[in-house]
């Protein structure tokens, strides 16, 4: 099966080599827990490592503030926009949404004159505003979702998770099931510091480690660290020493 290198380090490893051609990938998070940066690596690293075009679609940010940020990691997406090689495009879930329903639209068009292999969608959440019925909401990402995969492209999809730290109960829940890899960013508190951790929570048609690791944002991007050693609980965000499990469960009762 043909692998997609992501350019983040520790990630491919994870991945067995990288994510499989023409999925769909969801990275869900916490604001700032480094979504958006996670989907420009991947393109960046496609364009000037792969020779692969990406295109990035947004609903929120204007091209500027991803010239602003990507500059920041040494990366010159205002460049690569005037070489063809990278494509910002501003628009809402429901236009983006009509170019994929028809064929020559937008998307389509674009794709194939830049040859595009990658794109980023920041973020999945704007689609809520589509639909209250759940069931329309969850057939509309899905026809969405498959529109990207008919363009052959691979594509990395964000979504806001308003939870800081541990669980909250989200109202679509199906989503993750509609793609093919599901990637969790999430805070943490161990002793009094606040870290992030990485899990690939699922992967389809393929298998991947299921560590739950550290990582952090340098300034060259993302990179995937150790995995978290001697404590459990690590994604509820209480996380606790094996040792004082143990102790609870067998020694304090």
């Known amino acids: 099966m043909e692998r997609v290198e992501t350019g983040i380090p520790g990630l491919d490893e994870m991945l067995h080599g990288g994510f499989l051609r023409e999925t769909a990938i969801l990275v869900e998070g916490a604001p700032g827990t480094g979504k958006t940066t996670f989907g420009m690596q991947f393109i960046y690293h496609g364009i000037v490592a792969c020779d692969e075009p990406g295109i990035i679609l947004t609903f929120e940010q204007f091209p500027s503030q991803y010239y602003r940020d990507a500059a920041s990691f040494g990366w010159d997406f205002r460049r690569l926009e005037e070489e063809r090689k990278l494509h910002i495009m501003m628009t809402s879930p429901q236009v983006s949404l009509a ?12 794709a194939r004159q830049m040859g595009a292999r990658r794109i980023l969608v920041d973020s999945l959440s704007h689609f809520e ?11 509309t990402i899905y026809g969405f979702v498959n529109g990207l995969k008919r363009e052959g492209l691979t594509a990395v999809l964000t979504r806001e998770n308003l939870a800081l730290l541990g669980e909250v109960e989200a109202p679509d829940e199906d989503i993750p099931f509609l793609v093919d890899t599901y990637i969790l960013l999430r805070y943490v508190e161990i002793e009094s510091s606040v870290q992030k951790a990485f899990l690939v929570l699922k992967m389809r048609g393929s298998n991947h480690d299921k560590d739950i690791r550290r990582f952090t944002i340098t300034g060259r991007g993302i990179e995937v660290q150790s995995k978290f050693e001697g404590r459990e609980g690590i994604m509820s965000g209480s996380p606790r020493r094996m040792a004082d499990s143990f102790m609870e469960a067998f020694v304090r009762k």
């Open 129 to 139: 505003q589509l639909s209250n019925d759940p069931i329309e909401l969850r057939q």
């Open 99 to 110: 170019f994929l329903e028809k064929a020559g639209g937008q998307i389509e068009r674009l």
